[in-house]
């Protein structure tokens, strides 16, 4: 399945999240530092492309802008779990060989998607999580954070809302919690470089309130990343409970594999219709191996952009 | 993708793990009691069948059996980990309504199947790993049991060995013992209830030797365990790090819906031809909406077998 096609051009697409992301909310000073953020992440992810970088390494460093920024639902900004505390996870994945690293239940790495790329490169292993992955962390020298970093003022009212909501409807064996706004979020990145190679990375805090040991569709490698060459590199946002059950990201690399479907039509299909059909809300951007770029989402908004070779970055945060 | 076929059958597969399982090395002894233990999980998955239990309920019951052997890598008879603990991964699915449960990273759970079950019907979540996971366990009277339970000689040594291995052949910073012999294994149950209705379940100690935190296939949807029964249930083990990147169960079923294949070609293809190309070894258990059953392997053998509604248990374990 390792096609690889010689045509000297390159294309990166991101996502920043998809949810209940309301016009009538948003005020026009976060609208452009949204909007910035997601320029600044297209702009160093166009560098490494254009430079004739890797598609792995335009993935990585567009996902580490959005990481490193307390906008977004991963890295610095990631939100917090049910007990105040913060678990992360990512995935990266290499279309040329799919190879791939994945990382869960991470609690104070800086950067996930990095670790993920080490995981991929030096580890037997391909998914880690929770204390043996920091262990492999530590041993690989990457960059840990500590609790104030990852505190940030918005995303501790998120948890205090959804604890107080929480606590108003909840009878003493069930909870019954399932809205979803504002609650989830990630941030992600495929990319198709010079030398023909795809590539798809994703990293996420997960969801507001989750219970520790929750792991989403982020780290799970065919629902919310895949990359193969022979079709396209895929990453998706939105409640990872239903993206995980529908494999969105594989799902489009199979529709494309066996029905001859195009990206648009193949992400089309499995967001629009059947990811809605089985009730789940969420959006994905997708790459082929020709730079063709699909950015579907059923939600109110998807945070996105994409940078081709001689345009501007293109930026979008509602349905428009 | 609900379709429900009322055909008064039903049928049952497990599998017990597929490898490096020679003729050779295995006495008499040891072969009838692999035997014994195979028709005991398809007698107790068959009563709940015939007696018009669920699909669920069958695979579920039919993997505890294997779980509660000490023969099987799952349950009291799951692998060591490098730091000689235990990490026990599982998953189940329905395939009625494509609700799933998954569990990883779980030190002291009787039967993880349970678990996963459970996370399935009375958690918000879908998939809970490691120390969150027991809380879960714990709040809802799941059994837990002690290191003495899960100590077996034979996996005892198998990880003496696989150190003695390692530290003879690993540099500063590397490992290269990228064997499998033996140290891999799964149990799984594939059912088709009376009501036409598809289940799948898979339940797994993991790999000898890996590394804390390390997560494989079994709880990863789409890749070790998947039951949609618009196409088939699957049940996969092997070499998890292959079939989590070819997404073995989802890619079964995606050439089922998408090229309109029998299982048994569907099968075949995604085990025999392109597992085997990416050089990933293993197995899977797959039966449709008819009964109709495959059971595909690469490998040395796989502890396998089935029974239908008018017939004696069929077991095998090595090609034959």
């Known amino acids: 399945m390792n096609t690889s096609n010689k045509i000297d051009s390159f294309a990166l697409a991101i996502q920043g999240g998809a949810g209940t992301i309301l016009k009538s ?71 040329a060989t799919r190879n791939v690293g994945a990382v869960a239940m991470l609690h104070r790495i800086k950067n996930p998607i990095d670790l993920a790329r080490l ?13 043996g992955a920091e262990e492999f962390a530590r041993a690989h020298g990457i960059d840990f954070a500590d609790d104030e970093y990852f505190h940030t003022e918005f995303r501790w009212k998120q948890l205090q809302e959804a604890l107080a909501k929480e606590r108003a409807i909840v009878s003493e064996h069930t909870r019954l919690d399932h809205s979803v706004e504002d609650k989830t979020g990630t941030v992600g990145a495929v990319a198709l470089d010079r030398h023909g190679n ?33 079709t396209c590199a895929v ?69 996105r952009g994409y940078r081709l070779p001689d345009g501007e970055p293109f930026v979008r945060i509602f349905k428009d």
């Open 25 to 95: 909310k948003m005020t026009p000073e976060k609208e452009q530092a949204y909007r910035n953020a997601l320029v600044e992440s297209l702009s160093v992810g166009y560098d490494v492309l254009a430079s004739g970088g890797t598609a792995l390494d335009a993935a990585q460093k567009a996902v580490n802008v959005m990481e490193d920024s307390p906008l977004f639902n991963a890295g610095k900004g990631a939100v917090f779990t049910h007990d105040g505390h913060h678990e992360q996870d990512a995935c990266i994945m290499d279309g």
């Open 119 to 131: 995981v991929m490169e030096k580890s037997s292993h391909i998914f880690l999580a929770g204390e």
């Open 198 to 230: 795809l590539a798809a990375a994703t990293s996420t805090g997960g969801m507001t309130n989750k219970r520790a040991g929750r792991i989403g569709d982020t780290p799970m490698i065919g629902a919310g990343t895949y990359a193969d060459n022979a």
């Open 235 to 303: 990453s998706a946002t939105g409640v990872g409970e239903f993206i995980m059950r529908a494999l969105v990201a594989y799902d489009i690399v199979a529709l494309m594999m066996y029905k001859n479907m195009t990206l648009a039509d193949a992400a089309d299909e499995v967001v629009m219709k059947k990811l809605t059909a089985l009730g789940g809300s969420g959006g994905a951007i997708a790459i082929d191996r020709f730079g063709t770029i699909a950015m579907p989402f059923n939600s109110e908004g998807m945070y």
